[in-house]
């Protein structure tokens, strides 16, 4: 089976550049992946501070060793990174994700959506603006989804570089892990590793919030690895937590700090 066979609709357009959180970019290089921000109360692992710039240890070697190279490669127009963005319900944060590639505020294009519910808001907004759907995973209910392998090949044959989760609620197979190392990114809307892991997502997330009497909330922004919102943080956004607070009150205020 032809990979060219998984995809339906058509292509372009990285991660968002936000209101009041940063605007994130990346790049690669042998496979490494470097989130920078500018920053804006963000909570930064104190490991992985670096003036303003948040950066993977080897990308910063790179940087600090052809520094000069490195700025004239994207003066001298260095190709855009490609992107899948994974949703399995409205797409708010995948909605921003594609505008901020429009805007050229991010230097990225998404070129094909992941999702398992063929019918969310995400896939129909892609559907709309002529990106590809993708239907992941296989399942009883979805026989036309892919397997993890075949989803693999779909990916390559679209050259993408980036895969980036917003808001898709399944575990992410090892044979995706494994195809694209440090190259996986989460938007969870707590600050991990609190009210993470399996059944901690959208509104239940900020109910199990309120409930608790937590005082602040915020996204995280993580690699992604074989468990669920496990992966390596690279940056959180602090938000308040309000006495009359409703899980729709605090999801709008952290959907601010990432769109």
Not at 86 to 91: A, H, K, L, W
Request: charged letters at 20%; proline letters at 6%.
């Amino acid at each position: 089976m032809e990979a060219n066979s998984f995809l339906s609709g058509s292509t372009i357009p990285l991660i968002q550049t936000p209101r009041k959180l940063p605007s994130l970019s990346f790049a690669q290089s042998h496979s490494h992946l470097s989130a920078s921000f500018r920053a804006h109360k963000l909570l930064v692992p104190q490991s992985l501070r670096s003036s303003r710039r948040l950066e993977c240890v080897n990308f910063a070697e790179k940087v600090k060793n052809n520094g000069d190279k490195y700025e004239k490669d994207f003066d001298s127009g260095i190709k855009k990174k490609n992107l899948a963005v994974f949703v399995s319900g409205g797409g708010s944060n995948f909605r921003s994700i594609h505008a901020a590639c429009l805007a050229g505020s991010v230097y990225g294009d998404v070129v094909v959506l992941v999702t398992n519910k063929p019918d969310c808001g995400g896939a129909e907004y892609a559907r709309d603006n002529s990106i590809p759907v993708i239907l992941f995973p296989k399942t009883k209910d979805e026989p036309n989804g892919l397997s993890p392998n075949d989803l693999v090949a779909a990916l390559r044959e679209v050259d993408v570089d980036f895969i980036l989760l917003a808001g898709y609620l399944k575990l992410i197979p090892m044979e995706l892990i494994r195809a694209y190392p440090r190259s996986i990114v989460n938007i969870h809307p707590s600050l991990l590793p609190a009210f993470g892991g399996k059944g901690y997502y959208g509104m239940k997330v900020h109910k199990a919030v309120i409930a608790s009497g937590a005082r602040y909330s915020g996204p995280t922004i993580h690699f992604v690895d074989e468990h669920y919102d496990t992966g390596r943080i690279l940056a959180q956004s602090v938000v308040p937590v309000l006495w009359n607070d409703t899980a729709e009150d605090l999801a709008a205020r952290v959907l601010l700090e990432v769109v």
